[in-house]
């Protein structure tokens, strides 16, 4: 890799045989990591912030501060298609499941959904008060949940085009999780506390002090929420 480049975000591809990095100095960077191979790819008219693999790893989404994802197809370039916002720098994409769309939060708090091959748009009809923190999709695409520097979490039903707003942390939100039920959302906050809401937008547990969780919350491996889930199948029990 070259060395003196600000790098903003990097991903691997599904497979864990590419490596891609995005940069302040408008280029995506792609490494075959088992044959060598370098791509540079540039396009961007300002500096990049996000990145995401298609779930077969052929194409590449990036998102830079000029508003627009590009779509590079590793098998044609330097062919790609270029997904237009509406100006705001892009902060987090993602692909959904089937590969068939991208999901991208900007920085002005709007979540937008594009055809991946198509590049027609789609907005959700409520958006952040402020700067998108995180985006996920769920496993089975029906729902964009985004979370942000307002404190708040918004599940986007795409099939009803509804968005349930949940509130509740007193500081910004900064990463979420959905439970593989696919209805269970997990935010940590700077509050240093961590909630679940269910899909009736209730706040199901609540547990203080999580401050290695602000950052970063688990369904899988984390304590703290460990702890939370049992407090509240015991009170359920008593």
Do not use: Y
Not at 196 to 207: E, F, I, K, T
């Amino acid at each position: 890799a070259p060395r003196g480049i600000d790098v903003i975000g990097v991903a691997f591809s599904p497979d864990g045989k590419r490596l891609g990095a995005v940069d302040l100095d408008e280029t995506l960077r792609i490494w075959d990591l088992a044959g060598g191979q370098t791509w540079t790819l540039r396009g961007h008219e300002g500096p990049l912030a996000a990145l995401a693999f298609s779930p077969d790893g052929r194409l590449v989404a990036s998102g830079g501060w000029e508003g627009e994802i590009r779509v590079w197809d590793l098998g044609a370039l330097p062919v790609h298609r270029v997904l237009h916002g509406d100006g705001s720098a892009v902060a987090r994409a993602i692909w959904f499941p089937d590969g068939r769309q991208i999901a991208a939060a900007s920085w002005d708090g709007a979540v937008r959904v594009w055809d991946a091959a198509t590049g027609a748009p789609r907005q959700a009809p409520a958006r952040h008060d402020g700067r998108v923190t995180n985006i996920l999709v769920s496993a089975d695409g029906r729902q964009v949940v985004s979370a942000g520097f307002d404190g708040a979490v918004q599940r986007w039903d795409l099939a009803r085009d509804t968005v349930a707003v949940l509130r509740g942390h007193t500081a910004q939100v900064t990463t979420a999780q959905l439970a593989p039920d696919g209805v269970t959302i997990a935010p940590s906050s700077e509050d240093e506390t961590l909630r679940l809401w269910d899909a009736a937008g209730a706040s199901r547990a609540q547990r203080e002090g999580c401050r290695s969780m602000v950052h970063r919350s688990r369904f899988r491996s984390s304590s703290c929420l460990r702890r939370s889930v049992r407090a509240r199948s015991g009170s359920r029990r008593g």
